[in-house]
């Protein structure tokens, strides 16, 4: 390698001595016979032997200095054929040497190594063969990746996420019944739903009855399942995002609560010309709150009962639950008398949760980020109306949902009858089997009404809502009879601390809680 080097630094001082001075070379081209077959040059004499169709050339001649580059070893003067042996020089009439002509299978090159030509040759069949292998090696791994990807397919996907057809297999026992899954999710602990292949085989397994409500994402249906009633939310293609909202906030872990209504299953129904997204829950045959107030007066037991249980189920919603089966707190953002449902032994259910916020406390977030004036505008707070809400405090949302559970507890009131039976005193032979019965009672001083009834629309706006309750300040009336009857009194009392202007100063669902338990002992209400 030394020696190398030395050739490589004397050949560049040889050059560069040589510029000022012409160099001499032998010449056999025919350009050459004029000057006696030599040439004169400024930069190398060059000799070439070659081996071609079985014939010996030889060729003589100059080289031009700007062609020698680099100096020492010039790209000119090296072989580019694996049959070619080429010699520079830089004396003159030093290229009068005769060259070995190259065999086929040596290929020396004038430094008595291997030509570039060789190695370029190798380098070519190296790419030639390497190429085709790597790519049929890309094509075998990714098809084992989509193997893999398919195999693990039905154990990996996420909640909500459709399986994949091999997991058909995957069925619900036939001994068990509606009633032994609900008993399994009460018992087992985590409260966040039933095993997704479970959901799957109950929704694809329903048989639709008939419709028992509509709303702007679908329609209610009741169903049947191995002989029990389920209610079935059908949302529309495009009510996707509401549908999953909704579904995901019900399997929170440890939302169950015998007031807040029961998830079963989310599925969705695909026959490739139109989508179904399933929402199944428990059946609750009297409906919502709403349609039993319009339908039936209740006693003031009954009226307790109904405001007690819905502020339990709201209490549970907002409550965070602390530990590695913790919940998080959770805000309705869209209570009212349609979005509760009243169940057989007339105690509420809270339902229609696609609305709802949940709040991390450990980075004080919410999961998603929130509209600012979203729900129902009747039951909208002030602080939503105008748009003051602090989004980014969680009790912003618990305190709106306070108000709207006021507005509910004024239609609840309004239609206590202190005097006589209702539907839940009479006696089970006495019920009757269908809400279109209304029965006359004695007593009933007010109809059933929608909050303030008699200052906006059946359909207000948001300026109109926001003229009433914002820059007038008016709150639903509250009847001076309600001050001679007791429940009546704290009722009307809890309704005016739920309806302060001020978030804040308004009660807590678990207060509101406590103050009717209480009530409800003087009254001897059973829950």
């Known amino acids: 390698m030394a020696y190398l080097g030395i050739t490589r630094a004397f050949l560049t001082w040889l050059v560069l001595r040589r510029t000022c001075e012409a160099l001499w070379c032998n010449c056999t081209t025919a350009r050459c016979e004029k000057t006696g077959f030599r040439c004169e040059t400024d930069g190398a004499c060059m000799a070439s032997s070659s081996l ?10 100059c080289i031009a200095r700007d062609n020698l580059e680099p100096p020492g070893q010039p ?27 190259p065999s086929v299978t040596s290929q020396p090159g004038p430094q008595g190594g291997a030509g570039p030509g060789a190695s370029w040759g190798t380098v070519r069949l190296a790419a030639v063969i390497a190429g085709p292998l790597l790519l049929l090696c890309g094509l075998l791994l990714a098809g084992v990746c989509v193997c893999q990807h398919q195999r693990r397919a039905c154990g990996t996907r996420q909640r909500l996420e459709l399986e994949d057809p091999s997991c058909d297999n995957l069925y619900v026992p036939h001994d068990r019944t509606l009633q032994d899954l609900i008993y399994d999710l009460s018992t087992s602990g985590s409260g966040s739903g039933l095993p997704l292949f479970v959901q799957r085989t109950v929704a694809r397994t329903i048989v639709l009855q008939d419709v028992i409500g509509k709303g702007r994402f679908g329609e ?14 059908i949302f529309s293609s495009r009510e996707e995002r509401s549908w999953f909202r909704e ?17 079963i299953a989310a599925d969705n129904k695909d026959n490739g010309t139109w989508t179904q997204l399933w929402l ?46 913790g919940k998080p707190g959770i805000a309705h953002r869209d209570l009212k008398s349609k979005n509760i449902l009243v169940k057989k032994n007339c105690t509420c259910a809270i339902a229609d949760l696609g609305l709802a916020v949940r709040h991390d406390s450990i980075t004080d977030t919410i999961d998603i980020a929130p509209n600012q004036r979203v729900g129902t505008k009747r039951y909208m707070a002030p602080e939503v109306l105008d748009e003051s809400i602090n989004i980014r405090h969680f009790d912003s949302f618990k305190c709106a949902d306070i108000y709207a559970l006021g507005l509910v507890y004024w239609e609840i ?32 001083h007010e109809e059933y009404q929608l909050p303030y009834y008699d200052l906006v629309p059946s359909d207000p706006s948001l300026d109109e809502m926001k003229k009433v309750v914002c820059d007038q300040k008016i709150r639903p009336s509250i009847s001076n009879w309600w001050q001679s009857h007791e429940a009546l009194r704290v009722m009307g009392k809890i309704m005016r601390e739920c309806w302060y202007a001020n978030g804040a100063a308004r009660l807590t669902a678990l207060r509101i809680k406590k103050t009717l338990s209480q009530l409800g002992v003087k009254e001897d209400v059973k829950v």
Not at 81 to 89: E, F, M, N, Y
Not at 286 to 298: E, K, P, R
Not at 416 to 421: I, K, L
């Open 75 to 101: 790209f000119y003067c090296l072989s580019a054929q694996g049959l070619v042996t080429i010699h520079c020089c830089y004396s003159d009439y030093c290229n009068s040497i005769d060259l070995q002509v």
């Open 247 to 263: 579904a995901e906030i019900y399997q929170t872990i440890m939302i169950r609560h015998e007031n807040i209504l029961g998830f």
């Open 413 to 444: 009131a309004r239609r206590c009858n202190s005097g006589g039976a209702t539907l839940c005193g009479l006696a089970s032979w006495q019920r009757p089997s269908k809400l279109i019965w209304r029965p006359v009672l004695a007593g009933i």
């Open 280 to 325: 199944v829950s428990d059946y609750h045959e009297h409906g919502s709150l709403f349609d039993y107030l319009n339908h039936y007066s209740v006693t003031s037991e009954g009226m307790i009962k109904l405001a007690l249980t819905a502020a339990s189920g709201l209490a549970h919603l907002h409550m965070e639950i602390l530990g590695t089966q």
């Open 52 to 61: 071609i169709e079985g014939h010996e050339q030889h060729v003589r001649t």
């Open 220 to 233: 209610v249906w009741r169903g049947r399942w191995r002989g029990g009633d389920v209610a079935v939310k």
